[in-house]
T-cell receptor, first 115, second 117 residues
Framework: DTGVSQNPRHKITKRGQNVTFRCDPI?????LYWYRQTLGQGPEFLTY????????KSRLLSDRFSAERPKGSFSTLEIQRTEQGDSAMYLC?????????????FGSGTRLTVV | QQQVKQSPQSLIVQKGGISIINCAYE??????FPWYQQFPGKGPALLIA?????SEKKEGRFTISFNKSAKQFSLHIMDSQPGDSATYFC????????????????FGKGTLLTVNP
């Protein structure tokens, strides 16, 4: 399978704990995006990498959130001191070039539940 | 401020019928308008997309109609099938490389489509 891979698929954590998610994009893609999707809502942009450079962060990404993409390959999203409001599906997507009809490829997401 | 408004929130259609989902946007800098299909437990998958230089695009049973002056676009699913039952999201993006555009997508809130057999 050459799609976008996200791990873990599900994560349950206690409030105040730190969690880390991993995204493995399609190998030739140089752009990588993180989105957050809450129940009944569309995905919301969090941050974006081009190769290893993090080029933009949404205001949704508080100081407790950090994302990295070392060597421009896989990416990690860490949430420190989790809060119940962090419960959501975290989606990763990758793209190579903005080619007509190509668009993003999303992973299946990591569902985070903070109890 | 919601930049992309989508309606209806849910839609029930009989098999063989036409499903129509509407979206309206505010930012005139948007120049790429995709539709995504999402099944439970999966990420969104690109269905069809359009740019504002055309008023309609058709791929199989799926058609996007675009009205630039009204800042509205819609998805039509012809001959709807039970397998089309999913959540559909419209989205918009600015892809012209000016002002630091990065192709991030702004999504609508989604429409849950149910096609009854």
């Amino acid at each position: 399978d050459t799609g976008v891979s996200q791990n873990p698929r599900h994560k349950i954590t206690k409030r105040g704990q730190n969690v880390t998610f991993r995204c493995d994009p399609i190998s030739e893609h140089n752009r990588l995006y993180w989105y957050r999707q809450t129940l009944g809502q569309g995905p919301e942009f969090l941050t974006y990498f081009q190769n290893e450079a993090q080029l933009e962060k949404s205001r949704l990404l508080s100081d407790r959130f950090s994302a990295e993409r070392p060597k421009g390959s896989f990416s990690t999203l860490e949430i420190q001191r989790t809060e119940q409001g962090d419960s959501a599906m975290y989606l990763c997507a990758s793209s190579h070039l903005w080619v007509e009809g190509y668009g993003y490829t999303f992973g299946s997401g990591t569902r985070l539940t903070v109890v | 401020q919601q930049q992309v408004k989508q309606s209806p929130q849910s839609l029930i259609v009989q098999k063989g019928g036409i499903s129509i989902i509407n979206c309206a946007y505010e930012n005139t800098a948007f120049d790429y308008f995709p539709w995504y299909q999402q099944f439970p437990g999966k990420g969104p998958a690109l269905l069809i997309a359009i740019r504002p230089d055309v008023s309609e695009k058709k791929e199989g049973r799926f058609t996007i109609s675009f009205n630039k002056s009204a800042k509205q676009f819609s998805l039509h699913i012809m001959d709807s099938q039970p397998g089309d039952s999913a959540t559909y999201f419209c989205a918009a993006s600015r892809t012209q490389n000016s002002g630091g555009s990065n192709y991030k997508l702004t999504f609508g809130k989604g429409t849950l489509l149910t096609v009854n057999p």
